[in-house]
């Protein structure tokens, strides 16, 4: 099987390119200049030159991906995505990140579509969270925001587009990502740190906590590559085994970073410093499992908690120093903390 694999050169796709590397594909990533190359090379993959809102482009790349490869391309995965930074965000960040998911599924459909057997995009759960902070499974109602209407749309036009391409849809809802090279995950880790991240709390007082979905971005990989290897389709929700609420999540992750533990706040006193993409993303629940995926696919995270992944994220920043670069100091050792976090919450 040969694997044509947009965003491959970020956080979440050169793991999605190591991931099925191991499992003996053949993955070409997409790349834009010599760096991304590099990249697609250093995690397996074979590096093809486009960007995804050139659909010509795609049109040469993928030719250039069946000559590379020696094969014809069997499936696609649309990992490409433009995120705003983790600090406030405007409509045109998110405008952006609109354009790269819609127009870049389109471009690729175009290019790709009449040839392919099966097209992968990583959708997020939080797409189809419910206005009462219910928990939720892959029948639910959507409710997309500003920030997932476009992975709302791109979910919409592959069911219609499946059925005049003669391919097979598998959209995958992620959890909410973190991971020792993910921007926000150290932005997070900055802030706890200098003491500007606090709990935003719904209701009036602030009293209220989010329970939100997380997924270690390891496992974000894995899961694609698994999900590929068992030759599913259809929806499904991909996240870790248990829910946690904000408070908890910012707790642990100061405990472990040894920063003090984050004051708290009500919703509509953060509004204004930290926009309303954020605090709605803070406030509003999106409690949902990975039970139909685990059954038909037969992944298990190895990350089942935020405790052991953030505990994964902090031991790689002290092995890296990126950990000491954050205190501020030399020498970091969390080596006491981490071993006892469960205790922490």
């Known amino acids: 099987m040969t694997v044509f694999v947009t965003g491959a050169t970020g956080v979440f796709g050169r793991r999605i390119v190591d991931e099925?590397?191991?499992?003996n594909r053949t993955v070409v990533g997409l790349s834009r200049d010599a760096d991304g190359d590099a990249a697609v090379r250093d995690s397996g993959g074979v590096p093809v030159r486009?960007?995804?809102l050139d659909q010509d482009g795609l049109r040469s790349a993928a030719d250039a991906a069946g000559d590379r490869s020696g094969?014809?391309?069997?499936?696609?995965?649309h990992a490409a995505t433009r995120l705003p930074p983790a600090e406030r965000t405007t409509a045109e960040y998110w405008e952006r990140n609109d354009e790269v998911r819609r127009e870049g599924a389109r471009?690729?459909?175009?290019?790709?579509?009449?040839?392919v057997d099966r097209f992968v995009f990583p959708s997020v759960v939080w797409v189809a969270r419910q206005p009462d902070g219910s928990c939720f499974d892959e029948t639910a109602e959507r409710h997309p925001d500003r920030a997932t209407?476009?992975?709302?749309?791109?979910?919409?036009?592959?069911?219609?587009?499946a059925a005049d391409h003669g391919f097979d849809p598998l959209i995958l809802r992620t959890g909410f990502f973190y991971g020792p090279d993910d921007h926000t995950t150290r932005s997070f880790a900055e802030n706890l740190r200098s003491g500007d991240l606090p709990i935003v709390g719904g209701g009036i007082l602030g009293r209220k906590d989010a329970e939100l979905?997380?997924?270690?971005?390891?496992?974000?990989?894995?899961?694609?590559?698994?999900?590929?290897?068992?030759?599913v389709t259809g929806?499904?929700?991909v996240v870790d085994d248990?829910?946690?609420?904000?408070?908890d999540y910012l707790r642990t992750f100061a405990y472990l970073l040894d920063a003090p533990e984050p004051s708290r706040v009500p919703w509509w006193l953060a509004r204004p410093f930290a926009g309303k993409d954020a605090v709605r993303f803070m406030t509003s629940p999106m409690p949902t499992s990975s039970e139909k995926f685990r059954a038909d696919v037969g992944w298990e995270p190895d990350y089942p908690t935020y405790r052991e992944g953030l505990e994964q994220v902090v031991e790689a920043w002290r092995a890296d120093g990126t950990l000491a670069e954050l205190r501020g100091d030399e020498d970091a050792d969390t080596g006491t903390r981490t071993n006892a976090v469960e205790n922490t919450v």
């Open 235 to 237: 929806l499904y929700h």
């Open 50 to 52: 486009g960007d995804v």
């Open 242 to 247: 248990e829910p946690v609420t904000v408070a």
């Open 107 to 115: 471009n690729l459909v175009a290019a790709l579509g009449d040839d």
């Open 149 to 161: 209407r476009s992975a709302a749309e791109v979910e919409d036009f592959l069911a219609d587009a």
């Open 71 to 77: 094969e014809a391309v069997d499936a696609v995965i």
């Open 213 to 231: 979905s997380m997924l270690h971005v390891d496992d974000a990989g894995c899961a694609v590559a698994a999900a590929v290897d068992a030759g």
């Open 20 to 23: 099925l590397t191991d499992r």
